[in-house]
């Protein structure tokens, strides 16, 4: 079996901050992770056979430029676990990471009903925003500073609990203009949905990050 699925566990040494890793079907994975003061989110295209999980072109969006690496991992599909390192030039960056009990099935299909509706989002590009989206998964949004975003939530072909996201910034966002593909979950944190968005530009330069609570 692969590694498909959710991962939730911490990452580093000596410091230590938490992680959140999504490994889709076809081997990509995007992976939160936040440590005090700092939070960005890590893209592979990788591999995973008998146990073992690779990628040798790991982008960080915690740096602008993203910093490039790789990691090396091993899992247990049966007990739902997975750890390894990232390695960034001479930086060794471990992580131990399970599949979530509650909160959150990746093994369902996405739900359209799960996302539509308004939500508080706050975004790399923009400090926040009041976002809306429609029940076929059209979004729209503006934020206080007079970014706008548009773009869209589709549920992967895959089945399972995960939507393609798009997303476009306007020209007065702080990442301006910028276009960004990537994927969406929806997780329930004490009791309460969250919206976790993550993209990437096309040359995969440019990243962004958005999190967003139901508002009323």
């Not at 009990?101 to 989002?121: E, K, M």
């Not at 301006?176 to 990537?182: N, Y």
């Amino acid at each position: 079996m692969t590694a498909e699925g959710v991962y939730e566990g911490s990452l580093g040494a000596a410091v230590t901050g938490q992680y959140a890793a999504i490994v889709l079907e076809n081997g990509e994975s995007w992976a939160l992770y936040s440590f005090t003061g700092g939070a960005g989110f890590l893209q592979a295209r990788g591999t995973s056979h008998d146990g073992s999980y690779t990628a040798s072109d790991v982008l960080d969006y915690g740096t602008a430029p993203p910093s490039a690496g790789r990691i090396s991992a091993s899992y247990s599909a049966s007990a739902g676990t997975m750890q390894g390192q990232y390695v960034f030039g001479q930086n060794v960056v471990p992580f131990t990471a399970s599949k979530p009990t509650q909160g959150y099935r990746y093994d369902t299909p996405a739900n359209l009903a799960s996302v539509t509706g308004s939500w508080a989002l706050v975004s790399s590009a923009d400090q926040s925003m009041r976002l809306q989206v429609a029940a076929d998964g059209t979004l729209s949004g503006t934020g206080l500073t007079g970014c706008t975003l548009t773009g869209s939530l589709t549920p992967r072909p895959s089945g399972k609990n995960v939507f393609n996201a798009v997303l476009r910034f306007g020209s007065a966002c702080a990442q301006p203009d910028l276009a960004a593909s990537g994927v969406a979950i929806v997780v329930v944190e004490d009791g309460q949905p969250v919206l976790m968005v993550m993209g990437q530009s096309a040359d995969r330069m440019v990243g962004t990050i958005a999190v967003g609570t139901p508002a009323p």
